[in-house]
């Protein structure tokens, strides 16, 4: 069965302590693994995009990895406005549509 | 730019009842996706929509439903509403279809949805 996994469910960082956050998957064929950041009461907001195993993608403190099997989030030195839920989003798809499969998240927490 | 906008922000509704929810994208955006977000569930995709068609669809049942209006506002309609059915619905626009594979979307704030 199709699945993606995020672990921890939970994470409480001092401000300025590096860290990642996992994103296992299991797909019958990948087109895409998504990133999305969301804060409370918000929609997701669009992050990064790996296609590959190999890839890497960055933007500000976050940095992106993609592997056969899992993709890793690297936050380092974060600041306390780093908190939220990140959830990862793998597209499974063959053809011209998609077929998203979401994580359940991992609510970050920095703590000044 | 302004961002998307979803109407309403809460809604209570009893189970039976029917519920539309209405999206409107960010200007020049063509494509709009729906989301049925849960605690148990986590993400769900419904249905996307392009240049007023449907273009993908995901699994729920026929109690869901969606249009898209030529001015890319979209709505969602659910019928015979159940408990199940408390979720977040959010909405999310892309400029073209290549940016939706590519997974760049934005999200609207959502609708919070409660059934009693």
């Known amino acids: 069965e199709d699945q993606v996994t995020q672990s921890p469910e939970a994470l409480r960082l001092q401000e300025g302590e590096s860290s990642s956050l996992n994103c296992s998957y299991t797909?019958?064929?990948?087109?895409?693994l998504f990133w999305y950041r969301q804060d409370p009461g918000k929609g997701p907001e669009f992050l990064f995009t790996l296609y590959s195993a190999g890839e890497e993608k960055e933007k500000e403190r976050l940095k992106a990895t993609l592997t056969k099997k899992e993709s890793f989030l690297h936050i380092t030195a974060p600041k306390p406005e780093d908190s939220a839920t990140y959830l990862c989003?793998?597209?499974?798809?063959?053809?011209?549509?998609?077929?998203?499969?979401w994580g359940a998240g991992t609510k970050l927490i920095i703590k000044p | 730019k302004a961002g998307v906008t979803q109407t309403p922000r809460y809604l209570i509704k009893t189970r039976g009842q029917q519920v539309t929810l209405s999206c409107s994208p960010i200007s020049g955006h063509r494509s709009v996706s729906w989301y049925q977000q849960t605690p148990g569930q986590g993400l769900q995709f419904l249905f996307e929509y392009f240049s007023e068609t449907q273009r993908n669809k995901g699994n729920f049942p026929g109690r869901f439903s969606g249009r898209q209006f030529s001015n890319s506002r979209s709505e969602m309609n659910v019928s015979t509403l159940e408990l199940g059915d408390s979720a977040l619905y959010l909405c999310a626009s892309s400029p073209r279809r290549q940016e939706v594979l590519a997974g760049t979307q934005y999200f609207g704030p959502g609708t919070r949805l409660l059934v009693l």
């Open positions: 989003a793998v597209d499974r798809a063959r053809d011209s549509n998609y077929q998203l499969i």
């Open positions: 797909v019958s064929g990948l087109r895409g």
